[in-house]
């Protein structure tokens, strides 16, 4: 799907576009360096139109434990932490997750994700063997 940066107006194909990339006049002037390259040009206002990306989305089950936080190296995260030990759960705080395969219970314990790629990357450093 792709997504006009001015007004919103979505295109399902780049044929429906006004012009497409590389055919864009003054595409360099209208572009910042190191940013995404657009699609086209939107047929209403003549805005960009990039391609729209979906988030990462991640559920993470727990069952009486504590998360301490959740860390990315990437934007576009969304993350949902679900405590599926419902001993002293007020009914109102137990949500319901439907999926494919079933429906979990639990209640929510965090909802935010902290974009830290130093942090990830040290973490994931090549450790020796002893």
Do not use: F
């Not at 988030?55 to 301490?68: A, E, K, S, T, Y």
């Not at 990437?74 to 997750?97: M, N, P, R, W």
């Not at 219970?105 to 020796?128: C, F, K, N, Y």
């Amino acid at each position: 799907m792709l997504r006009c940066d001015n007004c919103g107006k979505r295109y399902e194909r780049d044929h429906q576009l006004k012009r497409v990339w590389p055919d864009i006049p003054g595409l360099t002037e209208r572009l910042d360096v190191g940013g995404v390259v657009p699609a086209g040009e939107c047929v209403d206002c003549g805005a960009l139109v990039y391609v729209e990306t979906q988030p990462i989305r991640l559920l993470i089950l727990l069952d009486g434990g504590l998360v301490q936080g959740v860390l990315a190296d990437k934007t576009g995260v969304e993350v949902a932490v679900l405590d599926q030990d419902l001993d002293g759960a007020d009914d109102d705080a137990i949500v319901v997750v439907e999926g494919e395969v079933d429906a979990l219970r639990g209640t929510l314990q965090a909802h935010d994700v902290t974009v830290a790629p130093a942090l990830i990357a040290s973490a994931w450093q090549h450790m020796e063997a002893p």
